[in-house]
């Protein structure tokens, strides 16, 4: 069974840290490009950040910039978003999405997500 699992989201002060774990069951880990997008309350979804497949490589919307850092570990089958200098309007559902296109064929999944919510 596939399964993503968000955790770590919560309540925090502007300016404040948070980190956000999505742990990974089901499919083989390495071979998916993992994802963060996030949905702020009454609006469309927002893609975040995305790390590779070997995780060499990271990348990030413009206002994430400085700010997130995406990581994974492939031991233990995670992701990781370490936010910090948050602002009210990073305030939304954290997604991880895991997605793969080989073959001719595309594979994604999706977690239920965790809710940030910056406030003071």
């Known amino acids: 069974e596939v399964q993503l699992v968000e955790s770590g989201g919560g309540l925090v002060q502007p300016g404040g840290s948070l980190r956000l774990s999505c742990a990974v069951s089901?499919?083989?880990?390495?071979?998916?490009?993992m994802t963060w997008v996030r949905q702020a309350p009454g609006k469309g979804l927002e893609w975040v950040s995305a790390?590779?497949?070997?995780?060499?490589?990271?990348y990030y919307a413009e206002s994430m910039k400085g700010r997130f850092t995406i990581s994974k570990d492939s031991a233990k089958n995670t992701v990781s978003l370490q936010m910090s200098s948050l602002k009210p309007e990073d305030t939304a559902v954290y997604y991880c999405h895991a997605d793969q296109y080989y073959d001719g064929s595309y594979r994604n999944y999706w977690g239920k997500g965790t809710l940030v919510t910056v406030s003071s």
């Open positions: 089901g499919f083989p880990f390495d071979d998916y490009t």
């Open positions: 790390i590779s497949q070997t995780g060499g490589s990271a």
